[in-house]
């Protein structure tokens, strides 16, 4: 099927092939039948179809004998170049006539136009207008024919006349038996102003983008044809697929027809390739169109393009740096043209602007794009488009997941689909995958395929980290060390450089101390191992690939969140983030502190980390940390809760800060609901348990117990019972139904654990984070 | 003998059943002309005693009610209906021979044209110079000027035995023209002062009549280049909208020649919704309508639909939106809106001077604000946006006013 030209189609293809436009085709008949005394001007963008019903209406006239008696229609080249006078338009249209006489194979006639013609050759511009109009005019009353003149690209002519306009509308306005039925890819100026000859001299049809229905109708007649069967059965099996390529083409014939068998490609991995090739046939069409466009205008277009969604007037005027005016100005061109259509903003009274054929913004993000994140953006929104946001997760996720790596799945790919993705957690992975092929590739100019200042300035903490991690290895690789039995310098790095907590200043300086031939001991206290069954697998390599930060590297309540949705669920992972902040990195700042306490198991994760703070022998930040915690919570803490907190008043006795303990549980308004544990407390701060005898018996028993077992030495468990009997027996029977429905939950406690809230954490002398 | 009787069966039946043409932008004639009885016999009245300047706004239908006069006049003889456009000439002598060739092709005016004349003014042959009795001077550059041979020529036209009643359409393009290649005006008083004469002449008085139309307004194109005392003979003669009945039953015919049905109620809709009742106006709404239709019964609501899709022509009627400051500048332009706001919110326009408050805080001198309100509502009504009707000042076209409510308001 030809496409770019349809002059060249067959007649009998040219009627085939002729589904769209026929209502208008049939409007133009019905008005040649009537006597044709209206001139028409079709107007309509590229690929709208005007050439092409232009040509369909002279066969249509050729073919009907009744009307091929009254009238003849005559086809001009389809850019009239050699137009400057109007002589030379109307000697163009005698040529035409002879044309349309020979393929009638009414030969004399034709000859007796052509000698005619050439007597006028040597005449002045004047006479030879006036008589080639008047050699014209005569032919047709004598033959009692109307002669339709087809003009394409009329706004072409009528700009190449303008010295001459109200001659040549003078010679359309009288009846001589000569009808022009034109073609323009935009409205004439001079149909529209008001001091033009032609205004509104023209009826105006104006060829839009075809209505679903329509381009249903034509997709289905050029399956038939081309006989792809698949097509029509996604037509009926898939309307949303066929919806999709309607949006992405716009309902422009031509480009429908390029793409319709779109509609056969599989979800199989070859579509990227297949619509690469449908792509690049539209290259001709869509870059003539761009080329086009005046220099500004195509300023503005390429912004607009690569913007993908909705760009107001303003942002398209910061892409741009252009006067606001002038980009208002050419907007509203381009939006007249039809190229770019403008559209209501979401929850915004602002309207934004696109291109309106989704297919060219999809084609020119595949040519125009330098950064890797744009490179395969078409791709994706094409897939988005056209097979729905759930085909596209599934794809990502296929993609993210593949071991190995497709060897031509490139860093771009990676890239547009994260930037298609909502799903946050599947995006940051499959930026990750980008930047790790990134580095792998040893594309060392990355600032040139990313876009670090920009989109994508988040992911510069992350190859920065990826970087560091990676000279860490190398440098411990490279460090001629003698190692403990049992160590190699490649066990080491993985080690220290796959340490999820140590910050990665700490593990810079254990490199140092390595270079400096002073290697620790990497088995106690650095064995990755424990840290699976604490944090979980998925957290720990996450960590140790860089794509999140070490615990103790944490600055933003993102990463916050981020790692705990990575965590094995429970309080260990919280309380590991806390205190890997309090104990080797900045302390967590307020905001960070209440997002940890708001989470499950926030409360007991605090607590335990406010021991080892206290460990470290700074009350003042425990205290914060565990009022924090318990703060508003007294009445719904659990049993882990309370078992945290216990645990916590333990050592804040053994750190004989007893008085200071019960002053918080006051503060936290515990001295009544939390009677027995409180009261224990304040005993033991006053060196005796005299007080508990002052109270009622039910709580005396339950207060005397936890006073002995508060006292008791590190390491030895208390028992459940007591947990539970720290809240007061009100009322007597809802607390034996609580205590005798509640199963506490195991609170294990790692050797790890244990040993890291029992000893001092800190093994080497880690330099203060510099200021 | 049988085809005979059927023949002339079809032409009565085609003479009783009229069939009107939906043809817009291009002048029509005969059956497609409709209605303008009442104008027709006025200017017809008028001409018998007076030169007129036909004034209206474009697509009036100036130009078809020029060579329906001609039809009437020629039809009753009462004179010989010459209708030359002069809107191709661009110099003095082009004019002449437009206004010439227009006599000498009628049957009455074919023997007015007297050999050597016609050959020194260039007409019927493309030559650039004669040897003028002898001297073997060229044209072109010969003295006299070309008043001469034109008067001569016009000498021997008025030795007609029947009136001429010449229609000379386009005349401002040229005057604009002559205006615009000497701009000290020399060369337009020349030609205006001799155009005047040769209507004021005394052998002429009862031969010669003008009617004078054009797209631009002559008068409008005078004032401005100070020319008013060559026009001052002329009868200043407005073309308007139809009336109401007139404007239905245009509708009516048009609908019934396409095999359409309107009813009263859409016609009075169509109506409303052209404002301007021109036949254009009709026209470019009835055609809308009957695309909508095919080949159901249009209604009412039917209307709505259609009007819609032609206020979607956002290329077409934004034009005029965008078109304001590039023929105004600043801050002209800002005035030019608030009128036209003004004149958009009622159908039925505004008056002078609910115009001038509107822009009195933009020009709070009053003198200064009456010059500035003349001419922008000049300019609003030379350039196609506004018309006076009954002292109102109201948009031309109904469904621009709409358009400029719905999108620019």
């Known amino acids: 099927m030809t496409l770019y030209n349809p002059h060249l189609l067959p007649r009998h293809d040219l009627v085939e092939t002729f589904v769209a436009r026929q209502p208008l085709l049939d409007d133009l008949v019905d008005d040649l039948r009537r006597g044709g005394g209206q001139h028409h001007l079709l107007v309509g963008g590229r690929g709208s179809g005007k050439t092409t019903l232009l040509l369909r209406l002279a066969v249509t006239i050729e073919d009907d004998k009744t009307l091929a008696r009254k009238c003849i229609p005559l086809r001009f080249p389809e850019e009239q170049y050699n137009v400057a006078r109007p002589s030379d338009f109307w000697m163009n249209a005698i040529d035409a006539l002879v044309d349309a006489l020979e393929r009638q194979d009414e030969r004399r006639a034709a000859k007796r136009l052509e000698s005619a013609l050439a007597e006028l050759e040597h005449l002045d511009e004047a006479e030879r207008a006036r008589r080639s109009l008047a050699l014209l005019e005569s032919w047709a009353r004598q033959a009692t024919r109307l002669v339709v003149l087809l003009v394409d690209n009329l706004d072409l002519v009528l700009e190449r006349l303008a010295a001459d306009l109200w001659g040549l509308r003078e010679a359309l306005s009288i009846d001589n038996h000569l009808v022009v039925i034109g073609a323009s890819s935009k409205l004439i100026d001079e149909a529209i102003d008001y001091q033009s000859p032609f205004y509104d001299f023209f009826h105006v049809h104006e060829l839009g983008p075809l209505s679903e229905a329509e381009a249903r109708h034509l997709v289905r007649s050029l399956a038939r044809r081309a006989k792809t069967p698949r097509v029509e059965e996604v037509l009926e099996q898939d309307p949303g697929r066929f919806k999709a390529l309607y949006v992405l083409t716009g309902g422009t014939p031509r480009t429908l027809a390029l793409l319709h068998t779109v509609l056969a490609l599989d979800h199989s991995d070859r579509i990227e390739r297949d619509l690469d090739g449908l792509l690049d046939q539209l290259t001709p069409y869509y870059k003539a169109r761009f080329d086009d466009l005046p220099a500004q205008s195509q300023v503005i277009v390429d912004k607009v393009a690569l913007h993908w969604h909705p760009i107001t007037a303003a942002e398209c005027q910061l892409a741009t740096r252009l006067d606001l005016n002038t980009v208002s100005a050419q907007l509203t061109r381009l939006v007249k043209s039809g190229l770019l259509a403008k559209v209501s903003l979401p929850g915004s009274a602002k309207l934004g602007f696109q291109i309106s054929e989704r297919f060219f913004n999809i084609w020119y993000l595949m040519r125009a794009s330098r950064r890797l994140r744009r490179r395969l953006s078409w791709f994706v929104e094409f897939l988005r488009i056209f097979y729905g946001e759930e085909d596209l997760r599934r794809r990502a996720d296929a993609l993210v997941s593949a071991q190995p790596p497709d060897r031509l799945d490139s860093p771009a790919k990676f890239l547009a689909f994260a930037s298609a993705i909502s799903d946050e957690a599947l995006r940051r992975r499959l930026e990750f995958r980008a930047i790790v092929l990134v580095m792998e590739h040893e594309i060392t100019a990355i600032r040139e395929v990313m876009d670090l200042e920009g989109e994508d300035v988040h992911l510069a903490p992350i190859i920065d980290r990826v970087r560091a991690l990676r000279e860490i290895r190398a440098r411990i690789a490279k460090a001629k060390v003698q190692w403990p039995a049992g160590q190699t310098s490649k066990s080491a790095a993985e080690v220290i450089s796959r340490h999820p907590i140590l910050s990665l200043h700490h593990k810079e300086s254990i490199v140092h101390l390595i270079e400096a031939g002073k290697p620790p001991n990497l088995v106690d206290g650095f064995d990755i191992a424990p840290w699976y069954s604490i944090l979980g697998v998925r957290l720990v390599d996450t960590i140790g690939s860089g794509e999140l930060p070490a615990l103790a590297d944490i600055t933003t309540a993102t990463e916050i969140q981020q790692i705990i949705a990575l965590a094995k669920p429970g309080w260990e992972a919280i309380a590991e983030v806390a205190t890997a902040k309090e104990l080797f990195g900045s302390p967590l700042d307020g905001e960070m502190l209440r997002l940890i306490r708001l989470m499950p198991d926030g409360a007991s994760g605090l607590i335990f980390a406010a021991s080892l703070v206290l460990e470290g022998n700074n009350w003042t930040r425990a205290r914060y940390l565990v009022s924090l915690a318990i703060r508003k919570t007294s009445t719904d803490m659990d049993m882990e809760d309370v078992a945290m907190l216990v645990a916590f008043l333990r050592t804040c006795i053994r750190k004989g800060r007893a008085k200071e303990a019960a002053e918080l549980l006051a503060e936290a308004g515990m001295t009544e609901r939390w009677a027995p544990l409180y009261e224990a407390v304040c005993a033991i701060a006053e060196g005796s348990s005299v007080r508990l005898d002052s109270l009622a018996p039910e709580m005396r028993v339950a207060a005397l117990e936890l006073f002995e077992q508060l006292r008791k030495p590190e390491g030895s468990q208390i028992p459940d019972d007591s947990i539970e009997a720290t809240r007061s027996s009100e009322p007597p029977m809802t607390n034996l139904h609580a205590a005798s429905s509640h199963k506490p939950r195991k609170h294990k406690r790692s050797k790890t654990l244990r040993s890291r809230a029992g000893s001092n954490p800190v093994q080497i002398s880690a330099p203060r984070r510099m200021k | ?409």
């Open chain 2, 1 to 409: 003998m049988i085809q005979r009787p059927c023949r002339t069966t079809v032409l009565l039946y085609n003479k009783i059943v009229v069939r009107i043409e939906n043809i817009i932008g291009k002048p029509v004639s005969d059956q497609n002309f409709f209605g303008r009885d009442r104008e027709l016999a006025e200017l017809q009245g008028i001409t018998e005693r007076e030169h007129v300047l036909l004034l209206a706004p474009r697509r009036v239908g100036k130009t078809s009610l020029l060579h329906a006069l001609v039809k009437r006049v020629d039809r009753d003889t009462s004179a010989i209906g010459v209708y030359a456009s002069v809107a191709a000439a661009t110099t003095e002598i082009q004019f002449v021979q437009a206004v010439l060739n227009g006599i000498y092709t009628t049957p009455g005016g074919r023997k007015l044209k007297r050999g050597f004349v016609a050959r020194a003014l260039g007409l019927g042959r493309g030559v650039k110079s004669v040897k003028f009795a002898g001297s073997g001077v060229d044209l072109e550059t010969r003295t006299p000027p070309w008043q001469e041979d034109a008067d001569r020529a016009f000498a021997t036209v008025v030795t007609s035995d029947r009136p001429l009643l010449i229609l000379i359409d386009e005349l401002p393009v040229l005057v604009l023209a002559l205006a615009n290649s000497d701009p000290s005006g020399a060369r337009v008083r020349a030609f205006l002062q001799w155009f005047r004469n040769l209507r004021q002449h005394p052998a002429g008085a009862n031969k010669l009549r003008f009617v004078l139309a054009g797209s631009i307004g002559l008068d409008n194109v005078t004032r401005r280049h100070r020319l008013t005392d060559t026009i001052n003979d002329l009868r200043l003669w407005p073309l308007g909208p139809f009336e109401p009945p007139a404007a239905h039953e245009f509708l009516r015919q048009l609908a019934d020649s396409y095999q359409m049905k309107l009813g009263a109620e859409l016609c009075s809709a169509i109506c409303k919704t052209a404002g301007w009742l021109i036949p254009f106006h009709l026209q470019v709404i009835f055609s809308v309508l009957r695309e909508h239709a095919r080949d159901s019964s249009p209604a009412v609501e039917m209307l709505e639909a259609a009007i819609e899709s032609l206020l979607d022509r956002r290329v077409y009627f934004s034009y005029w939106d965008e078109r304001l400051h590039e023929s105004l500048g600043a801050p002209s332009d800002a005035i030019a809106r608030d009128l036209l706001a003004l004149c958009a919110r009622d159908p039925e326009g505004a008056t002078s001077s609910a115009m001038s408050l509107t822009i009195a805080q933009r020009v709070p001198d009053v003198l200064e604000r009456a010059n500035t309100l003349k001419w922008i509502v000049d300019v609003l009504s030379n350039d196609g946006y506004l018309v006076e009707q009954d002292g109102r000042w109201r948009f031309r076209s109904g469904l621009l006013r709409r358009y400029w409510v719905r999108h620019v308001l």
